[in-house]
C-alpha cells in the first residue's frame, strides 16, 4: 500500500509533499516523543503524531519516514510545511484522534513491529 | 576510545544555540550531508546523524550554547560535542532509558523521553559522557567503519 492509496482510503488531506506520495509503506508507528520515534521507527514507516513543529519533519527525514500522519485535526506550523516541502516528506491531516485512526489502519494492514 | 588523531582527514565544527528550537536539527541534518557527500553507507549516516541529533537536542533543551566537532578518519567518524551549561549531576542515572529532567515546554515539544542518550549508546560503537554539574557536557562518540553494529 502506497501513501496515495491511504490518503484516497482514509480521506486524509495533503500538506506537504505532494509528488512523494507513491512510497510503499512498511508499517505504522504511533508516538509523540520524538526519541521514541527514532529508537523504535522503521524505514518507510508511516507516523502518527500530534506534533506540528519542524522538528518532526527532521525526526522524519533522519529515519526515512514514509511519511507523517498529524490526527485530531491538527494542521502544520508553517516552518513545518517549508521543510517537509524541501525535504519531500509528505505531510498528511486527519480530524480523527490517533487511536481511531491507527485502528483503522490497522485494520487495513498496516502494522508497526511487535516485540513480543 | 578512538585515537590517531594524524589520521584525521577532515574536521568541522558547528556552534549549537541553547533554547533554539526552530533550527533544532539543522547541524545533524549538515552532518548528514556531509557524510552523504563523503559516499558512507547508509547505515554509518543513519547511526551517525540519529546519534547526532539526539546530541544536538540536548544542547539546545539543557545548555546556553555547545560545539558539535565532526571528524573523519579511515576507520572511524568522531563526534565530539561539548556544553556550556547546568550539566548532568549523576551521569550514570541520566543514561537510564526513561529518566530525564526536561521542563514541561520541552516536553511538549516532543523531547525529554529520557532516551536520548540511551538511542546515542545504542547507535554508536563508542560512547563518553562526562559532566561537571553547574559547568557543562563533554560527550564524545565513535562509529567504526569496518565494524556495522545493528541500529
Redesign the interface.
Known sequence: MTIFDIVQSFGLETRAGKDHLGEEVTGGYAS?????V??HSRKGNLWI?I?T???????A????LAGIILTGGREPDP?TLQKAEDEGIPILVSPVFTFELVGRLYQKGISGLSPC | MAEAEENIRFHEMFHIEGGN??S??AI??RV?NILKKAGFPGQII?RT??AA??AE?NVICYANQGNLSLFIAPNFLKVVVKDEGIGIPDVNLAMREGYSTATEKIRE????????L??IK?NTDEMILTSESGQGTHLEFVIYLDNQKKE
Open positions: 509523540d516523543l520524538l526519541s521514541d527514532i529508537a503524531t506534533q513543529h519542524p522538528n518532526i519533519v527532521a525526526v527525514t533522519m529515519k526515512e516552518e | 528550537f526552530m533544532a536539527g545533524s541534518s548528514k543513519r546523524s540519529i541529533f539526539e537536542m515539544l516532543g523531547f525529554g523521553a529520557g532516551m536520548g540511551s538511542n545504542k
